[in-house]
């Protein structure tokens, strides 16, 4: 089983509509969560970041913590074409130590 | 306020070479990571540097070796390179505390031939 495990995608979606990325991740003891996005060739970029169950949200992203189930998601609502990007889910577990994802493809269609 | 920067944004070298890579962390920032970042993966961690020591480790051969400075600046080495090791490598830095979030460098693309 991998660390941190997320669907590669490609996720297609159409211009105002809601994308929905998931992310399992295998530590339960693990205590900080990130979401990062990266465009094809650059580095990656941190959009959001979760420490307790529940939603926290930051304009059009909501980023979703259940520890019980092991589970993060983030949403992007009303998706633009700028959108379109690899999201890395990112964690940090024991020693803190930082573990990816392989990221999941977002496509958002105009 | 500069982020964190690394050097050079590119290179290319001949397998069986050896390869340092810089970075700067942002400021206010004393840890510094390492990733490597095949095509198509997520970032693979390297090692992690703080307090001028190697802090811990991901599982990667000793042929990848780094060091950091009094200043916190870090340099990434990899000897008797290999074809493999061509990806993106990305430093990132962080401020001591404990959860957060890493900053990453543009990174830097190395193609061995």
């Known amino acids: 089983q991998k660390e941190v495990e997320q669907n590669s995608g490609p996720l297609s979606v159409p211009e105002g509509a809601i994308a929905s990325l998931n992310c399992t991740y295998s530590?339960?003891?693990?205590?900080?969560f990130f979401w990062y996005r990266q465009y094809s060739g650059k580095s990656p970029e941190l959009i959001m970041f979760?420490?307790?169950?529940g939603d926290k949200e930051d304009g059009r992203f909501t980023a979703q913590l259940n520890k019980a189930s092991q589970y993060v998601s983030l949403l992007i609502r009303d998706s633009q074409p700028s959108d379109s990007a690899t999201y890395l889910c990112?964690?940090?577990?024991?020693?803190?130590?930082?573990?990816f994802g392989t990221g999941t493809k977002l496509q958002v269609i105009p | 306020d500069a982020g964190v920067t690394q050097s050079p944004t590119h290179l290319i070298k001949t397998r069986g070479q050896q390869v340092t890579l810089r970075c700067s962390p942002k400021?206010?920032?004393?840890?510094v990571s390492w990733y490597q970042q095949a095509l198509g993966q997520g970032p693979q961690f390297i090692f992690q540097?703080?307090?001028?020591?190697?802090?811990q480790r991901g599982n990667f051969p000793d042929r990848f070796s780094g060091h950091q400075f009094p200043n916190y600046s870090s340099e990434l080495n990899v000897n008797a390179l290999l074809l493999g090791d061509s990806a993106l490598y990305l430093c990132?830095?962080?401020?001591?505390?404990?959860?957060?979030?890493?900053?990453f460098g543009n990174g830097t693309r190395l193609t061995v031939t």
């Open positions: 530590d339960r003891g693990s205590q900080s």
């Open positions: 990112a964690v940090i577990g024991g020693y803190q130590k930082v573990t």
């Open positions: 979760i420490y307790s169950n």
């Open positions: 990132a830095s962080s401020p001591g505390q404990n959860n957060s979030p890493l900053h």
């Open positions: 400021s206010g920032h004393d840890t």
């Open positions: 540097y703080y307090e001028e020591e190697e802090r």
